[in-house]
């Protein structure tokens, strides 16, 4: 009888944590952070190509938050980005932009700060305080971005660039000067 009430006891157990374990999976999935605050702002973007829900947004080269919202309008398509630690001080002045990098054309948001440094005020300022300065990113600011390094975009060119190439007038104009380049020498005075 004992065994079997072991035996039952320890199936009821590895049921719990596999549910456990499927649960904190799930919400790692989900993006859940433990790790405190964060704030929101948000984008303003003319195209948003490689960008979708959970997209890396990083800060001098460092993944500093995701894409938690994308909300396509008449001109643009303004994307909500979430940064974390709720500490981190960004200036306003960044070159914010969609690249895309691999094969796979994972996008990500790269935000690039200018060279001045932040002034001292600046950097003991919190993005979450409702005196935030007006030099840094705070939460809820609105700002705009471009598209930076795209496979797609690339791949337009390299078409442009087959179309213009490929054109038989090009080729004709090319072989004329040609032409008349190798003629030219030869109407000079000796």
Not at 66 to 85: K, M
Not at 96 to 124: H, R
Not at 138 to 149: N, P, W
């Amino acid at each position: 009888m004992r065994s079997r009430a072991v035996r039952e006891g320890s199936v009821g157990l590895l049921a719990l944590v596999a549910f456990g374990i499927f649960s904190l999976g799930a919400l790692w999935l989900r993006g859940l952070s433990l790790s405190g605050q964060s704030y929101e702002f948000r984008l303003e973007f003319g195209d948003a190509t490689g960008l979708q829900i959970g997209t890396p947004v990083r800060y001098r080269g460092v993944n500093v938050g995701r894409v938690v919202a994308i909300r396509p309008q008449t001109n643009t398509v303004d994307v909500s980005v979430e940064v974390s630690p709720a500490n981190l001080v960004i200036p306003r002045d960044v070159d914010i932009q969609i690249n895309q990098t691999g094969l796979l054309s994972e996008g990500f948001i790269d935000l690039m700060p200018s060279e001045a440094p932040l002034p001292e005020a600046s950097l003991a300022a919190n993005p979450l305080s409702s005196s935030c300065p007006e030099t840094i990113i705070c939460d809820g600011t609105q700002l705009q971005g471009k598209s930076g390094v795209s496979i797609t975009r690339l791949l337009q060119s390299m078409q442009e660039f087959s179309d213009l190439y490929g054109d038989p007038k090009l080729f004709a104009s090319i072989n004329t000067a040609v032409n008349n380049t190798a003629i030219a020498p030869r109407k000079l005075p000796s």
